[in-house]
């Protein structure tokens, strides 16, 4: 065993702590250096997870036990199975965009040395929590991304909203942080452990008890909460909208290790012990809700960073849906092999693609507001002469966040829409309305922001390390369009069977060709989509070459008229008035639920503490 | 925060040094008796509230606390990397017979200083960053809010 085989985990969390100590000191030395630093130190780990992930993948779980070459349950641990290095890929991949993407980013403030420590410390939180094996560690890392969190979405302090958005975000981090200590305790009162693998051996002697359930109850509400799920989501609109567009990205990706750590307590604390069904079931209510008022709450909205993070919302409720359809049906073998393990390679296939695309979705919508000064889209328009790159990657993961073919976002909820039917209908049915209405969202945005005469003022294309950011993005979700299969089969199932120990796992993609997906009743191929698009694409250019030869565009017909009117760029529909029918037929749905977003950190605490209560209730006695 | 008057600068220089003294006692026999890293920080930290309190905020500078805290921080992680030979925060120093590595006695005894390895270490390190930290946050505090955001 090498060097790095057998210290790889602890360094993949070291690396960019040091740097993260380091920081202050160099910021004092040179303006430059922190980025450099931040740069260098997450690439070097970005390396060393990839590094992992492969170990993983070759020769199964590694446990590492810190300050001794002997393990046992009583040391602090590092467990790295398929679940939590899937996490760590993604946070390896965000990371490193988002620390590149903020060059020029954040090249106007000052404080950058902080905004990096911080930036690195996200990190570490993020790596920690999917890479550690013991619940206080969880707890402990947990902390340090709220924390720093909060810090980087108060960053831009000339903003009065930035601390307003800091410090909500910071009220709901620390009552769910005592309320994870609560759990803790509860676990380490009954057994003496904080190892998760010796609570789960301990529950599955006697089962688990009434004080195990209300432990359950604590930790899946407040993991539910970091993962941003209504209706303990109203931080979350304020949070990613003030926070630095970089930081917005590594948001999602940091909001996915507590989807993370809810996963794991379901499925690998305390299905030895109990019946996961109710759970399951919390799950699938969590994720409809969040689908449904996610999506239709950005619908309304006008600001462009805090309608994508109603999407973000939205998004993390199909991964609760698929992955708590495969937990409700956990107990039945039969079931779960018809479309349970679909539900949750879907479910956590959703994962990686919600972090690729939403991620490069808030990165340009940064790169709009670099350039633009504002984030209002009824401010914006024309932006597509003049920054063609953005306005191509906003495209790619505009497309793939609504789910069209044959982008990776397409695959994953394919998956979701073929299980989650075998197992309720109206569920599957509400997913397709989330994604149709998505799909509208992201046209009014590509509409209001792209589209129209050419800005007032002259806006040039986004800087080069902002474009690169959102290259890295662009490129992996290119990649998990073109290979779903073959992402499925290498990286997702081991994620799967990580959760789920022995479940047994058919193959998903077909033998002819690893991008093609087989489910029940249907089947999704590149290949064949991308062949139909190119042939329809062909016969609608024969028909276009029959048509008149004479037409040139500088003729007439550029000028667009309205009831016989010359349109000016003053008379264009604004961005906050596009679907001004639907909500208009929407009034009496969004009348109440437009009520219940006051702004208010006491109504948001309240929304807390009650669905905490009604999940404990539902936890302990169903 | 404005100076205060003579009496009370002249008795904080007083105490000042005995603060320090007792704050550095708890930080290194952290290992031995009740006390520690942070709970000596602490102690130590409150010299510089005294110091804040007796001649104004004006005379701190941020950018030394500040690089004490750091300081802290890289000692405790490079304290942990250091026993990587094994594995991360091994304790290589103990029972080496080198700085802080002599063996424990059996039975009752008043404690030996030079034990422990690399924990007494340990405690310094968190001692210096807790100083650093806790300081910076007293003289933030009294300095009042600085002008941030855009350059």
């Keep these: 065993m090498s060097f790095l085989d057998t210290h790889g985990a602890i360094l993949t969390i070291i690396v960019p702590l040091f740097a993260a100590f380091l920081m202050p000191l160099l910021g004092k030395l040179s303006q430059k250096a922190p980025r450099f630093l931040a740069a260098g130190a997450l690439a070097l780990s970005s390396a060393l997870a990839i590094r992992l992930a492969i170990q993983v993948w070759d020769s199964g779980t590694i446990v590492y036990t810190l300050g001794s070459a002997t393990g046992t349950i009583f040391r602090i641990q590092l467990i790295v199975d398929g679940m939590g290095i899937f996490m760590a890929l993604i946070m390896a991949i965000v990371s490193l965009a988002v620390a590149i993407y903020s060059w020029s980013n954040i090249d106007r403030y000052t404080g950058q040395e902080k905004y990096y420590a911080l930036l690195l410390l996200v990190t570490v939180g993020s790596y920690g929590m999917v890479l550690t094996g013991d619940m206080f560690n969880l707890f402990v890392f947990f902390e340090i991304s709220s924390i720093s969190l909060c810090g980087l979405v108060a960053f831009r302090s000339q903003r009065g909203e930035s601390f307003e958005a800091a410090f909500k975000y910071m009220l709901y981090s620390t009552i769910s942080g005592v309320m994870i200590l ?25 089962g688990s008890t009434m004080l195990d359930k209300i432990a359950l109850g604590l930790l899946a509400t407040v993991f539910a909460m970091k993962a941003g799920s209504v209706p303990m989501h109203m931080t979350t609109p304020d949070a990613y909208g003030e926070a630095p567009a970089g930081i917005t990205a590594l948001f999602v990706a940091a909001s996915q290790a507590g989807l993370y750590a809810l996963f794991r307590t379901g499925f690998t604390i305390y299905s030895s012990g109990m019946n996961m069904t109710t759970l399951g079931w919390v799950l699938i209510v969590l994720g409809v809700l969040s689908m449904f008022i ?22 993390t409720g199909y991964m609760l849906l698929g992955v708590g359809v495969g937990m409700a049906v956990m107990a039945d073998p039969v079931l779960m092999a018809q479309y349970g393990v679909d539900a949750m390679r879907g479910g956590i296939f959703h994962i990686i693609n919600h972090a690729m ?54 695959s994953s909820k394919f998956i979701i829409y073929e299980s989650v039917y075998q197992f309720n209908p109206i569920l599957a049915v509400i997913a397709m309305l989330v994604s149709i209405l998505t799909l509208a969202s992201f046209v009014k945005v590509f509409y209001s922001a792209f589209l129209g005469p050419r800005p007032s003022k002259p806006v040039k294309e986004a800087p080069a390390s902002m474009l690169l950011g959102m290259g890295i993005f662009s490129a992996v979700i290119v990649i998990l369009s073109l290979f779903p299969g073959f992402i499925i089969e290498k990286i997702v199932d081991p994620a799967v069977s990580a959760l789920v120990p022995g479940v047994e796992l058919t193959p998903l993609s077909s033998g002819f060709f690893p991008s093609t997906i087989i489910t029940g009743d249907g089947f999704w ?22 048509g008149n030869k004479g037409f040139t565009k500088r003729k007439g017909m550029g000028q667009p008229y309205y009831f016989g009117n010359r349109v000016t760029a003053s008379a264009r529909v604004s961005g906050g008035n596009v679907y001004w029918g639907f909500l208009k037929a929407m009034e009496r749905y969004y009348k109440p639920v437009k009520a219940e977003h006051t702004g208010d950190a006491n109504d948001y605490v309240a929304w807390l503490l009650i669905t905490m209560a009604v999940i404990l209730a539902v936890v302990v006695f169903l | 925060m404005r100076p ?44 510089i509230a005294l110091m804040i309190v007796a001649y104004g905020s004006k005379k701190y500078n941020k950018t030394r606390l500040s690089a004490l805290e750091s300081t802290g921080l890289v000692m405790f992680i490079s304290l942990g990397l250091l026993g990587l030979g094994v594995a991360f925060f091994h304790n290589f120093l103990a029972n080496t017979g080198g700085i802080f590595g002599e063996l424990v006695e059996y039975g009752t005894n008043l404690g030996n200083l030079n034990t422990a390895g690399t924990i007494p270490l340990m405690n310094i390190a968190v001692g210096l960053e807790v100083v650093g930290a806790l300081g910076l946050m007293m003289v933030i505090l009294a300095k009042g809010p600085e002008k941030g955001g855009r350059v």
């Design chain 1, 294 to 315: 996610g999506v239709t709450m950005a619908l309304v909205q006008s600001d462009i960073k805090r309608l994508m993070a109603y999407h973000a919302i939205s998004q």
């Design chain 1, 357 to 410: 695309y939403k991620g490069l979705l808030f990165l340009t919508a940064g790169a709009i507001i670099h350039r633009m000064g504002t984030s209002d889209l009824n401010e914006m328009h024309g932006l597509g002469r003049n920054m063609k790159w953005t306005a191509i990657m906003f495209i790619l993961g505009a497309l793939a966040i609504a789910g069209l073919p044959p982008t990776n976002g397409f």
């Design chain 1, 182 to 206: 609560f759990a803790i305790g509860i676990f380490y009162g009954q057994y003496g452990l904080l190892h998760m693998v010796g609570i789960s051996n301990a529950m599955a002697v006697n």
């Design chain 2, 4 to 47: 205060m008057s003579k009496i009370v600068q002249a008795m904080a220089c007083l105490l000042y040094p005995s603060i320090i003294v007792f704050g550095a006692y708890l930080i290194v026999h952290g290992h031995l008796t009740p006390g520690g890293g942070f709970q000596g920080g602490a102690v130590a930290a409150s010299a």
């Design chain 1, 525 to 546: 191929s590149v290949l064949v989509f991308i062949g139909a698009f190119v042939s329809i694409m062909i016969i609608a250019s024969l028909i276009r070459s029959m």
